[in-house]
């Protein structure tokens, strides 16, 4: 059965600086018709930068709808027009000083399909060559090196809760590490 829906109206309620709503009419493939709350956001990149100690780095971030300092990968929105693979290696310069040489696309992550658009790239970056920090005058966080056993130990305690970083891992060990 088709299960395509047909969008018969929509309209914007919302216009913001990273992301705007809309509330869309659509066709059911059945016939009927329904509501769609939609929020259309930039695209992104997150980061797993792995050294050749096996450690990565981790940052932690205070989170303001969750009132909270989470555990993340290096990530960030990708600016109009920008290359995903440019946003990872800026993104992971400016929040972490580190300079990757090589960088591969794991994968593709969509956090909220239910209502949003949003599409995050999915990055393993390799040999990496220090630098120097440059946060964004809006961002406020702090990296460290952990080893990648340690890290997957933290998931395991349920201690990492970031739906980016988690995906990320989990594209990495499925392509890279032999689960038994």
């Given amino acids: ?41 930039c695209k992104a990149s997150c980061v797993l930068a792995i050294n050749e100690k096996n450690e990565i780095i981790i940052e932690e971030q205070f989170r303001y709808p969750y009132d909270t300092t989470l555990i993340e990968f290096p990530a960030g929105k990708c600016d109009k027009d920008e290359d995903p693979k440019d946003t990872a290696l800026r993104e992971l310069a400016e929040e972490t000083g580190y300079i990757a040489n090589n960088i591969e696309l794991l994968g593709l992550f969509y956090p909220t399909c239910a209502y949003s658009d949003e599409v995050i790239y999915l990055y393993l970056a390799t040999d990496l060559k220090e630098g120097k920090q440059h946060l964004d005058k809006d961002e406020t966080l702090s990296f460290s090196w952990i080893k990648l056993n340690e890290f997957i130990k933290m998931i395991q305690e349920d201690k990492v809760r970031d739906g980016k970083t988690l995906a990320t891992m989990t594209y990495y060990l499925t392509k890279y590490r032999t689960i038994s």
Avoid: A
Avoid at 13 to 19: A, Q, R, T
């Fill in 1 to 41: 059965m088709e299960q395509k829906e047909k969008t018969i109206k929509s309209q914007e309620i919302f216009k913001g600086k990273i992301l705007n709503l809309f509330v869309d009419e659509v066709k059911l493939p059945n016939g009927h018709t329904s509501t769609r709350e939609l929020i259309r956001h």
